[in-house]
């Protein structure tokens, strides 16, 4: 019998192995490399986005930078009280000036431990910003900063870099001896200085703070990795793409090495960000040596990654691994990491996806709750929804599926603009989409979000399209001008003009170098296919059909991967005219999602609509029939130019009563504290 028990389980395991493989190698097929492109390359000129880029352009960058260094007035409680008993706000450039005056364990540190992270990934998106929109006050502020910053750096005989660390528990680096990373954000630090000298290189071309990155990289690989070195792994997912980031600059550009002050040995970099990413869940070997705490899903580290089926932990965290994760996947082509990639992926889409983007819907540990736990009142950081928009967004670098870029669409028009203020200087750090009181806040004690929204702005051009060497990829209905070399016999001229998504229409001139055939991918959006989600999370359908033509003439909508392909030779002057139904829908959840059942909700094209009581005083009575006649409109004088769409709900009695929906970004941006709800009673 026992031998029985014991065969059948070795069959099983063979079986599972079998399975597994299988799995990974029908995954292998799906992966279609493309490329995002240059920021260089592209430019942005939409009546929906460019306004809001010149307020992130010339107010809300210079805000954030202004708040790191202290200059501001605080609005919460707990700044209040420590700018009554400092004398003084907190200032993360007084942390790197201590440091540089060789300071060590003064029990004295301004902010929080990531604070030094902070101002790396202001100054990440600020350099992504500099290169749409030129500004040298802008670029000598920065300059200011990074001379501040390389003189801490020059205080250790290392290149070690941790102001936090240094001030506090010197003696604690990485979260050794005693310490714990997942605090400390050491490693998450030096990713994101990583991550900001790169970004600035490319911006400006200056190698100052690569110099210091560099030289940080390099300790860094000195002390973390195989035994006999340390068995250490980041508390806070991010830097193990920052270290592939790093890798690449220098392989594609091996003359940079010459510019360098520091050696560069690119490679290091590579197995740091794999050694990172693999020893999670590995707390040493068997004789106890290369010894490590065992951790938990917190940051994921409960189990080795290249192991779990599912997204766990600190939402941003979490995010922000599985972005290094795929782009791993996309540099090495191993199917563990592929695989890993989408069991994330779907798991996060297909199970605790929020119909705004928002991802992490528990408050204690901000972590992604269980499956289909998706409850109103949820706690969804901001930068927990833009980690997740970043991670689509790999993904469809990965696998060529516009189904990733309907999600990075979905975070962009709902999740992140709801993040900052209209006004640009005020901000959320939870997006609950119920409410009462909630209001954006000047400056926060953790104040993780701006720098966040920045980045994702920052990279935001790049996103629009994408290319490969048979063609292009609009994945975004941005109103733009795009150059690009998709191999060396084609350059492609793009021009978008749209006013989604107010509007349906995107009108897309194609302008190759010479007439040549290459294919045009145009993403057909789930939503306007009646696939609000791809797992069926949500439900939604449009009457309004998809339409598509080039040059006038009709094209057949059958997107294959969420793309409609038009292979054809483009001349000069070419035409697509794509038209998407922007009708107002109504959303249902899944019946496995308790939390919301029984509810609608109300979107147009990617914008999720929510209702404000400064216009619905009877909100709390409402409920809406899943027949409703819904009526939209544009309205010019309204949180800067919005549709609205109006309908009639009932309310207590039975007695109907107009309703009015404002975008979800939009809510909390009028003087009035006022509730606010998105998802209604269906009646
Ligand atoms: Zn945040």
């Not at 003064?106 to 998106?125: A, F, K, M, Q, S």
């Not at 100052?208 to 068995?231: C, E, H, R, W």
């Not at 979000?449 to 048979?470: E, H, R």
């Not at 829908?585 to 109300?602: F, H, M, Q, W, Y």
Request: glycine share 8%.
């Amino acid at each position: 019998m026992l031998l029985l028990k014991k065969i059948a389980a070795v069959l099983f395991t063979a079986l599972l192995f079998c399975i597994n493989f299988l799995k990974a190698q029908s995954l292998e097929n799906n992966v279609h490399i493309i490329y995002p492109l240059n920021l260089k390359d592209v430019v942005i000129q939409d009546s929906f986005w460019s306004p809001k880029f010149r307020v992130w352009n010339t107010k809300t960058v210079y805000d954030v930078f202004d708040k790191l260094e202290g200059k501001y007035e605080p609005d919460r409680p707990d700044l209040i009280k420590e700018k009554q008993s400092w004398g003084r706000t907190r200032n993360a450039f007084l942390n790197f000036d201590l440091v540089a005056q060789g300071k060590k364990d003064i029990n004295t540190h301004d902010g929080p431990p990531w604070y030094d992270g902070l101002v790396y990934e202001t100054i990440r998106g600020a350099s992504d910003l500099l290169i749409q929109h030129p500004d040298t006050a802008l670029e000598h502020k920065i300059d200011g900063y990074i001379d501040r910053i390389t003189a801490a750096q020059a205080a250790d005989p290392d290149g070690y870099l941790n102001t936090y660390t240094t001030l506090t528990r010197p003696d604690k680096r990485w979260g050794t001896n005693g310490g714990d990373d997942k605090w400390q954000h050491d490693i998450y630090n030096s990713g994101m200085l990583v991550e900001a000298a790169i970004h600035y290189y490319n911006a400006t071309g200056k190698t100052k703070l690569l110099n210091v990155a560099v030289k940080l990289s390099n300790y860094i690989y000195t002390q973390m990795g195989p035994a006999p070195k340390l068995n250490v792994i980041p508390g806070h997912g991010g830097p193990e793409e920052c270290m592939l980031k790093l890798y690449e600059l220098f392989k594609q550009h091996p003359e940079l090495k010459s510019k360098m002050s520091v050696p560069v040995d690119e490679d290091q970099y590579y197995s740091l960000a794999k050694f990172w990413i693999e020893e999670r869940g590995n707390y040493g070997e068997a004789d106890g040596s290369h010894a490590r705490k065992t951790d938990s899903s917190y940051n994921q580290d409960q189990m080795p990654v290249l192991q779990q089926q599912t997204i766990e932990g600190h939402a941003v965290r979490a995010t922000l691994l599985a972005t290094g994760v795929t782009a791993v996947a996309i540099d090495s082509k191993d199917p563990r990491y592929i695989n890993t990639a989408n069991n994330y992926w779907n798991n996060m889409i297909g199970k605790r996806l929020f119909i705004t983007g928002g991802e992490g819907a528990v408050a204690d540990g901000e972590r992604f709750g269980a499956d289909y736990y998706l409850p109103e009142s949820a706690y969804l950081e901001t930068c927990a929804s833009i980690g997740a928009g970043f991670f689509s967004q790999k993904m469809n670098e990965l696998e060529a599926d516009g189904k990733y870029m309907d999600e990075f669409e979905r975070v962009i028009y709902n999740n992140l603009l709801s993040g900052v203020s209209l006004s640009g200087d005020h901000y959320f750090y939870e997006n609950p989409l119920i409410a009462t009181g909630h209001t954006r806040w000047a400056w926060h004690d953790c104040p993780c979000c701006p720098p966040m929204i920045l980045k994702i702005v920052g990279a935001l051009p790049q996103y629009i399209y994408a290319y490969d060497s048979n063609g292009v990829y609009v994945n975004l209905f941005i109103g733009s001008k795009a150059n690009i070399s998709i191999n060396k016999n084609t350059t492609i001229a793009l021009k978008q003009t749209t006013q989604y998504p107010w509007k349906g229409i995107s009108v897309i001139e194609v302008n190759p170098s010479s007439a040549n055939p290459f294919t045009v991918n145009i993403r057909i959006p789930g939503w306007a296919q009646n696939k609000e989600n791809p797992f069926d999370l949500y439900y939604s359908s449009v009457s309004d059909p998809v339409s598509l033509t080039v040059n006038g003439e009709p094209v057949n909508v059958a997107p294959l991967k969420g793309y409609v392909a038009i292979t054809r030779k483009w001349k000069k002057g070419d035409k697509i005219e794509l038209n998407l139904p922007m009708q107002p829908r109504l959303i249902s959840p899944n019946d496995s999602v308790e939390t919301i059942k029984g509810k609608i909700a109300i979107a147009s094209g990617p914008v999720i609509y929510g209702f404000e009581g400064i216009d619905n005083p009877a909100l709390n009575n409402y409920t809406i029939k899943d027949n409703s006649v819904l009526q939209i409109s544009y309205s010019p004088g309204l949180l800067n130019g919005v549709n609205v769409i109006t309908g009639k709900a009932s309310g207590v009695n039975n007695d109907q009563t107009n309703f009015t929906a404002i975008p979800f970004y939009s809510i909390g941006n009028r003087n009035q504290i006022s509730p606010y709800k998105v998802w209604i009673p269906e009646k």
